[in-house]
């Protein structure tokens, strides 16, 4: 992420139309091969199952802690 930020500075502060013509083809590289790397690793760990798993668990958690702070009366009886 830090290179996309000094690429990002460079890209502001300089003039040069070359420099940034560069900077804008590399940070679109960059861009293109990080996605391309996260979404094959997704594709490789996880599937449906674990996905909606995970998502329930998540939802329940949220779910509950809601009701605590909402309804701390009702959750006590």
Do not use: R
Not at 6 to 34: C, F, M, R, W, Y
Not at 47 to 59: A, G, P, V, W, Y
Request: proline fraction near 1%; charge should be neutral.
């Amino acid at each position: 992420m830090s290179s996309f930020k000094k690429a990002s500075e460079l890209l502001n502060s300089s003039n040069d139309t070359v420099t940034i013509n560069e900077l804008k083809g590399k940070l679109t590289h960059l861009e293109n091969n990080q996605l391309s790397e996260i979404h094959k690793s997704l594709s490789k760990s996880s599937n449906k199952e674990t996905f909606d798993h995970s998502c329930i668990e998540t939802l329940q958690k949220y779910y509950k802690t809601y009701n605590e702070h909402e309804f701390p009366k009702a959750n006590n009886s």
